[in-house]
């Protein structure tokens, strides 16, 4: 199965602000952002299966590239708990070095593992497997696209943030 991971663009919020799960609003940009995107997809048509997480950030592109998009939870970027929204530099230093220390097992204070994402991003791609579909489109989150990738290609997660994702990349994965 052919898969094509697209990251959302710009999300409108002051950098060195922690954001996961919640639902931002996206930067003026956007439409120069999607023609950049759009001209590097190929042969998209209503028959390819197009799935998105449901916060806006991505299911503003996704209604931009097909009228037929499933919208999944398990799209949906790591939940940060009650470090969403917050400044980096200010949550509480000690708590924040234990999770960097082992940011694959440890939730955020009241948030998710990275190994609990990944769980629930590689059972969506299982479960597009077991449907046998061929071809799927995914806009998502850099999170959830390093964890398919880990998952694929068998990399360690503590690994896998050396994939670089910038907004409104695209990568293709052999599942």
């Known amino acids: 199965m052919e898969v094509i991971l697209i990251r959302h663009t710009t999300p409108k919020i002051e950098k060195g602000i922690c954001y996961g799960q919640s639902d931002i609003e996206i930067e ?3 439409e120069e952002e999607f023609l950049t995107i759009q ?13 998105s997480s449901p916060l806006k950030r991505c299911a503003i592109l996704a209604k931009k590239l097909s009228n037929n998009i499933s919208f999944d939870d398990r799209l949906k ?15 509480d230093k000690k708590t924040l070095d234990i999770w960097m220390n082992d940011f694959v097992n440890i939730a955020p204070t009241n948030g998710e593992s990275y190994i609990k994402m990944f769980g ?5 791609l299982e479960e597009l497997k077991e449907k046998g579909i061929k071809k799927a489109f995914i806009i998502t989150h850099a999170g959830v696209i390093r964890s ?9 997660l503590k690994d896998s943030f050396n994939l670089k ?4 990349a695209i990568i293709t994965l052999n599942v």
Do not use: C
């Open 148 to 156: 398919m990738h880990a998952f694929v290609n068998d990399i360690p």
């Open 28 to 30: 003026d940009s956007f």
């Open 165 to 168: 994702v910038p907004y409104g």
């Open 39 to 51: 001209k590097q997809l190929k042969n998209i048509d209503d028959t390819i299966a197009f799935y």
């Open 77 to 91: 970027e790591l939940n940060f708990g009650d470090w969403e929204l917050k400044k980096w530099d200010d949550i």
């Open 120 to 124: 629930r991003t590689s059972e969506f």
